[in-house]
T-cell receptor, first 113, second 114 residues
C-alpha cells in the first residue's frame, strides 16, 4: 500500500517563485491536511480539507493556498515563496468521521533562497 | 484551546534501560491523545492513541502510555530501549470525538547508547 504520497521530495526555490506541492492518498480517506515542520516547533497545521469540496485554514495559513482536486488529491501552493517558508511539509489524511488517526506522507523538504 | 508540552527536547538512555518521554496536555474538553514517532527523513508513524477507553494504552514496538486525568499527563514508556528506538517522538492532542484538529508538541529526540 502506498498510503500518502507526496511529490516532490526535495525542492529549492528562489524568493518570489511559485510552487505547488502535491499530495495523493489511496486509502479512501475523506479528510486531508497540510502541516509544516520547523526545528523546535513541532508540526503546525496550514490548511485542511474535511471532505471533498471543502477547505479551511489552520494555524499558519498566510502565504499558502490549497486545492482539494478530488477525494484522493490535496495540493498546497506557494504563490510567491519567501525564505520564512523554508520548511519540511507533510500531508496527512484520515476518516475524520470515524475518529481514525491521521496517516502521514514522507514529507517535502523545501528550501527558499 | 488545547496545547501540549513535551518536557525535554533530548533524552538519552542506554540500550536496555527504561524509556520515559513526558507529555502534559491542556484542553478545555476531554481530549484524544496520540504519540507519533518520526525516523530520519520519514513521515510520522502512529505509535498509540488514547480515545477514552482504557487509560493504559499499548502501542507498537513495545511502547505504552498511561492517561492520567488528574495530572493531565500522557507519558510514553518502554521497559527496555533498543538501538532501533532512536528517533523523534511527538505527542499530540485533539478534542474528544475527532482526530482532525491535532495540536502537536515540539518533540523529544531519543538517543540510545550502547
Amino acid at each position: 500500500n502506498a498510503g500518502v504520497t507526496q511529490t516532490p521530495k526535495f525542492q529549492v526555490l528562489k524568493t518570489g517563485q511559485s510552487m505547488t506541492l502535491q499530495c495523493a492518498q489511496d486509502m479512501n480517506h475523506n479528510s486531508m491536511y497540510w502541516y509544516r515542520q520547523d526545528p523546535g516547533m513541532g508540526l503546525r497545521l496550514i490548511y485542511y480539507s474535511a471532505s471533498e469540496g471543502t477547505t479551511d485554514k489552520g494555524e499558519v495559513p498566510n502565504g499558502y493556498n490549497v486545492s482539494r482536486l478530488n477525494k484522493r488529491e490535496f495540493s498546497l501552493r506557494l504563490e510567491s515563496a519567501a525564505p520564512s517558508q523554508t520548511s519540511v511539509y507533510f500531508c496527512a489524511s484520515n476518516n475524520r468521521d470515524r475518529n481514525q488517526p491521521q496517516h502521514f506522507g514522507d514529507g517535502t523538504r523545501l528550501s527558499i533562497l | 484551546a488545547q496545547s501540549v508540552t513535551q518536557l525535554g527536547s533530548h533524552v538519552s538512555v542506554s540500550e536496555g534501560a527504561l524509556v520515559l518521554l513526558r507529555c502534559n496536555y491542556s484542553s478545555s474538553v476531554p481530549p484524544y491523545l496520540f504519540w507519533y514517532v518520526q525516523y530520519p527523513n520519514q513521515g510520522l508513524q502512529l505509535l498509540l492513541k488514547y480515545t477514552s477507553a482504557a487509560t493504559l494504552v499499548k502501542g507498537i514496538n513495545g511502547f505504552e502510555a498511561e492517561f492520567k486525568k488528574s495530572e493531565t499527563s500522557f507519558h510514553l514508556t518502554k521497559p527496555s530501549a533498543h538501538m532501533s528506538d532512536a528517533a523523534e517522538y511527538f505527542c499530540a492532542v485533539s478534542p474528544w470525538g475527532t482526530a482532525s484538529k491535532l495540536t502537536f508538541g515540539t518533540g523529544t529526540r531519543l538517543q540510545v547508547t550502547l
